[in-house]
């Protein structure tokens, strides 16, 4: 299964060349309303989602980093060791390999994740939602990994009756 690793390449390219484009067209905190609920803001992220760990003063970004890459080792070898005809959680796991590494190069190489897609959810009356906390490529593939590995997960796989452990 691990010819599903060109799914994590994808994510990657997109990820860092749509950064990359931000980078070169926003100033930092620079809003740029694309819809009526979401804007591009070049933000900074130092810390993990929703920011956390980002004023630990410096540590977190190899914490961080050495976190990403042990993860991503460890998918690779559960996607690799996949069965055949595994396709939706081998997609799982490579969009969350993708998005780990995207943000990984971000962390190595500026001691922040770059985020810029910002959205606001008018229908949700609650702070935290309004904007919802800045995010990238990377996590949304991330996100959308994690939501097929639940589903798989829960999903499972059930023995027909009558095919294992029947009684005669």
Known sequence: MKHWL????????????????????????????????LNLTLLFNRGAAFSFLADAGGWQRWLLAGFALLITVVLVTWLVRLQPGK?????????????????????VVFGHV?????VYLPLIPVR?????????????????????????????????????GSSA
């Open 128 to 164: 935290l939602f309004n904007p919802w906390p800045a995010f990238n490529v990377a996590d949304s593939a991330i996100s959308v990994g994690v939501v097929i590995l639940l589903i798989e997960t829960f999903r499972g796989e059930h023995p027909k009756p009558g095919v294992e």
């Open 87 to 107: 396709w939706l959680l081998a997609s799982s796991l490579a969009l969350i390999i993708g998005g780990a590494i995207g943000n990984l190069i971000d962390r």
């Open 6 to 37: 060109w799914l994590s390449v994808v994510v990657i390219l997109l990820d860092q060349a749509s950064k990359w484009l931000v980078l070169s067209m926003l100033a930092p905190y620079q809003v740029l309303e694309l819809l009526p609920n």
């Open 114 to 118: 770059v985020d810029f897609i910002q």
